[in-house]
């Protein structure tokens, strides 16, 4: 990456183990274009150092406790979109990988990445590159795709009358959930008990054909069904 003047990338590291967080702060601190500017050690306090510390890049582990690095990549991509996030797992198996992706972040590195590998892939993510493995980009591309077709077999089974659309209630429920709003939040802007919008959100996903909210929103996203 190149810094004008000389500018170091404000790196903040986030994960539940110290010595982590520590090794990764002495590789980064080694670097002559780069520096770690705080720590968190989970996605609550990730979220408030964040919006305290303005980084540059934000190394986000995918699995702790309290609040894990899906719902922390949320909130701060919500208050701070011009911040890159790569997300940090043990393996890339893990299916949260791939709402990370759809929540914003830029990719991905292994935790057990040899340091040059570690340091190339923040480097392109701070060049504005996805920081992901080839293998890991096919199975994106397949997984998005599987989706697209999910979206097209739901507006030709409304069109033929084999399910019913999403009503307006359902719709507004949708888009509030894709602003990443909790069901409580939703229950509390649409007067209405949570346990109503669970219901909402269980026929949602029913209709959709999705198992999870974060399909759905990304539905919402990309497709007219909302209006």
Same mark, same amino acid.
């Given at each position: 990456?190149?810094?004008?003047?000389?500018?170091?990338?404000?790196?903040?590291?986030?994960?539940?183990?110290? @010595?982590?967080?520590?090794? #990764?702060?002495? !590789?980064?601190?080694?670097?002559?274009?780069?520096?770690?500017?705080?720590?968190?050690?989970? =996605? !609550?306090?990730?979220?408030?150092?964040?919006?305290?510390?303005?980084?540059?890049?934000?190394?986000?582990?995918?699995?702790?406790?309290?609040? /894990?690095?899906?719902?922390? #990549?949320?909130?701060?991509?919500?208050?701070?979109?011009?911040?890159?996030?790569?997300? @940090?797992?043990?393996?890339?198996?893990?299916?949260? !990988?791939?709402?990370?992706?759809?929540? =914003?972040?830029?990719?991905?590195?292994?935790?057990?990445?040899?340091?040059?590998?570690?340091?190339?892939?923040?480097?392109?993510?701070?060049?504005?590159?996805?920081?992901?493995? %080839?293998?890991?980009? %096919?199975?994106? @591309?397949?997984?998005?795709?599987?989706?697209? /077709?999910?979206?097209?077999?739901?507006?030709? /089974?409304?069109?033929?009358?084999?399910?019913?659309?999403?009503?307006?209630?359902?719709?507004?429920? @949708?888009?509030?959930?894709?602003?990443?709003?909790?069901?409580?939040?939703?229950?509390?802007? !649409?007067?209405?008990?949570?346990?109503?919008?669970?219901?909402?959100?269980?026929?949602?996903? %029913?209709?959709?054909?999705?198992?999870?909210?974060? %399909?759905?929103?990304?539905?919402?996203?990309?497709?007219?069904?909302?209006?």
């Amino acid at each position: 990456m190149s810094t004008a003047h000389n500018k170091l990338a404000r790196v903040l590291i986030v994960d539940d183990h110290e @010595l982590f967080r520590q090794g #990764i702060a002495n !590789l980064v601190n080694e670097q002559s274009d780069m520096e770690i500017v705080g720590e968190a050690k989970d =996605g !609550l306090e990730a979220y408030y150092r964040a919006t305290a510390l303005k980084p540059d890049l934000i190394l986000l582990d995918i699995n702790m406790p309290d609040m /894990d690095g899906l719902e922390a #990549i949320k909130r701060i991509r919500a208050d701070l979109p011009e911040c890159i996030v790569v997300m @940090l797992t043990v393996h890339e198996e893990d299916e949260k !990988l791939f709402k990370s992706i759809r929540a =914003g972040a830029k990719g991905y590195v292994l935790k057990n990445a040899p340091s040059s590998e570690f340091l190339k892939m923040c480097r392109q993510a701070l060049s504005g590159e996805a920081a992901l493995s %080839a293998r890991l980009s %096919a199975r994106i @591309l397949t997984e998005f795709a599987r989706e697209s /077709d999910k979206v097209d077999k739901y507006q030709k /089974d409304v069109d033929e009358g084999k399910i019913d659309p999403l009503t307006m209630r359902e719709k507004e429920v @949708l888009s509030y959930a894709s602003q990443g709003m909790t069901n409580r939040e939703i229950a509390r802007h !649409l007067t209405l008990s949570v346990h109503t919008v669970k219901s909402h959100i269980r026929s949602i996903l %029913a209709k959709l054909n999705v198992d999870s909210r974060y %399909a759905a929103s990304d539905y919402a996203k990309h497709t007219d069904m909302m209006s």
